[in-house]
């Protein structure tokens, strides 16, 4: 009324604005005031209208809050700023949620695409962090081996299907030739990325050719892409064990290096642990990748792990494409008898479960959609 009956626009923006403070999460709302100040040119105001809504919506996001309205937010912002695909991505994250179907095609074997890492690592694998794994993180790799014969597992002839792909996971990863898939009854339904970069390898449980095929082939390329980058020991070892790890892997590297709150006798055992596979004489350029990533994670080593896994989640995402598949692989991954919630859990059980919240972050994030936008993926 006031914008075309009377030609107040300047009653009519405050009343819109009023709206808005009053309704925060409606779209409506929202998009009624973007398109107010489209029509009268306003395109400063229209920025800072939908930098200010995406930005709380991905504060709430990166907090583990996830609402409908605030899925509905960054819909409407992506439409407004002309991004159809990066909406489309949004309303199948919202869907995921919600335990309903969710298909959006994936990289596939493009996925490991190593150009990819800026977008798909969380900010705490810095470029020294990234660096210091692909060049020393064999020892990791060594230090943690899991051997089949432990878990009573025997090697899967190489003409299975899972076999086959594993091959050319393997492949796309650029991973040494000759990959060897293992089988065991002992870890039900999951994948265990098990060799390294040079010599990959991987142990699955006697049921996990039962799982749904897209949960199936997440958990592959996850673990792929944990041996890519010389992470697979931190899907390995026990949370409580990491710090430990990560406190004597960096200070191999940089011996004036003092792991916070972790005693010396602990370091040095697991530092023996390490010895075998470490470089005989160490460039100097690892000490100092080694002291600033110490410096970056400070006293919480743990969550470098924690990093690592969900790097590789992310890769396995965009290789699938599909949230919901994604989800249901980490359910299937947690413990041998993993299962996926009901629908009606869903959004119960992600809240508590660390890697399933950070995926849906991640999945309504810009670095999943830019990185989707490189490879042409509609």
Not at 144 to 173: C, H, S
Not at 209 to 235: C, D, N, W
Request: glycine share 10%.
């Amino acid at each position: 009324i006031y914008g075309t009956a009377s030609r107040d626009l300047r009653k009519a923006e405050q009343t819109l604005e009023a709206g808005r403070r009053e309704f925060p999460t409606d779209v409506g709302v929202l998009r009624a005031l973007a398109e107010f100040y489209v029509r009268h040119k306003q395109t400063p105001a229209v920025n800072i209208l939908l930098d200010r809504a995406a930005g709380d919506a991905r504060r709430a996001f990166a907090g583990g809050r996830f609402t409908a309205p605030l899925f509905e937010t960054m819909v409407t912002v992506y439409e407004l700023r002309g991004k159809q695909d990066a909406a489309r991505v949004v309303a199948a994250t919202l869907a995921a949620y919600n335990g309903e179907p969710s298909p959006l095609a994936g990289a596939e074997g493009r996925a490991f695409d190593s150009r990819l890492d800026d977008l798909l690592a969380p900010d705490m694998l810095a470029p020294a962090a990234r660096m210091l794994l692909s060049r020393t993180g064999q020892a990791l790799d060594a230090a943690t081996a899991l051997d089949p014969r432990a878990v009573k597992a025997t090697p899967m002839p190489q003409g299975e299907p899972i076999a086959r792909l594993a091959a050319g996971m393997a492949q796309a990863a650029a991973l040494g030739a000759g990959v060897q898939v293992y089988v065991s009854p002992q870890i039900g339904r999951q994948c265990v990325a098990t060799g390294d970069a040079r010599a990959p390898a991987l142990v699955v449980g006697d049921t996990f050719a039962q799982l749904p095929e897209g949960a199936r082939t997440f958990l592959m390329i996850r673990a792929f892409k944990l041996m890519q980058v010389h992470g697979s020991a931190f899907s390995r070892v026990a949370p409580a064990e990491v710090p430990v790890l990560v406190g004597a892997w960096l200070r191999a590297f940089a011996p004036s290096y003092a792991p916070p709150g972790i005693p010396p006798q602990a370091i040095a055992q697991a530092m023996s642990r390490l010895q075998p596979a470490l470089p005989k004489r160490p460039e100097p350029d690892l000490g100092l990748a080694a002291l600033e990533v110490g410096g970056a994670v400070g006293p919480q080593l743990g969550l470098l792990g924690g990093a690592v896994l969900a790097w590789a989640n992310h890769a396995a995402l965009l290789g699938v494409g599909d949230l919901g598949a994604a989800l249901d692989g980490v359910a299937y991954g947690q413990s041998p008898r993993g299962e996926p919630p009901p629908p009606a859990d869903r959004a119960n059980w992600i809240a508590r479960t660390p890697e399933a919240k950070d995926l849906v972050a991640f999945s309504v994030g810009d670095g999943y959609t830019e990185a989707r936008s490189r490879l042409g993926i509609r």
